[in-house]
Nanobody
Framework: QVQLVESGGGLVQAGGSLRLSCAAS????????MGWFRQAPGKEREQVAT????????NYADSVKGRFTISRDNAKNMVYLQMNSLKPEDTAVYYC???????????WGQGTQVTVST
C-alpha cells in the first residue's frame, strides 16, 4: 500500500509560479510511474503530467506544455510539479497518483488546491 501526500498548493497571481510536491511512503517508490492530475469545479479530472520510473519519459497535457515540468527524486521518494506562467484556468485541485503496471492509477493523494487569480 502506497501513501501519497501532496503539498505546495496555494493562491498565486496569474503569471506566477508554484511548485507542488508529493511525498510517497509504504512502497518501493522507484517501481512506480507517477502522475499529476487536476480537477476543477464542475469539470472532469484531467491528466496533467506523467513520469516513468527512472524519470526519463515525461508526458504533458497540451494545456501545460512549456509551462509545467514534472520531476522525481527516487532517493527521497518525491515527485514534483513545477508550474510556471500560471493562468486562471489552471485553478483546480491537484492530485498525485502512482501506477505500478498497466493503465490504471493505483494510488492517489488527497489533493492540494491551486488557485490562480487574475
Amino acid at each position: 500500500q502506497v501513501q501519497l501526500v501532496e503539498s505546495g498548493g496555494g493562491l498565486v497571481q496569474a503569471g506566477g509560479s508554484l511548485r507542488l510536491s508529493c511525498a510517497a511512503s509504504g512502497g518501493t517508490f522507484s517501481r512506480y510511474a507517477m502522475g499529476w492530475f487536476r480537477q476543477a469545479p464542475g469539470k472532469e479530472r484531467e491528466q496533467v503530467a506523467t513520469i516513468n520510473q527512472n524519470g526519463i519519459i515525461r508526458n504533458y497535457a497540451d494545456s501545460v506544455k512549456g509551462r509545467f515540468t514534472i520531476s522525481r527524486d527516487n532517493a527521497k521518494n518525491m515527485v514534483y510539479l513545477q508550474m510556471n506562467s500560471l493562468k486562471p484556468e489552471d485553478t483546480a485541485v491537484y492530485y498525485c497518483a502512482a501506477r505500478l503496471t498497466g493503465s490504471s492509477w493505483d494510488y492517489w493523494g488527497q489533493g492540494t488546491q491551486v488557485t490562480v487569480s487574475t
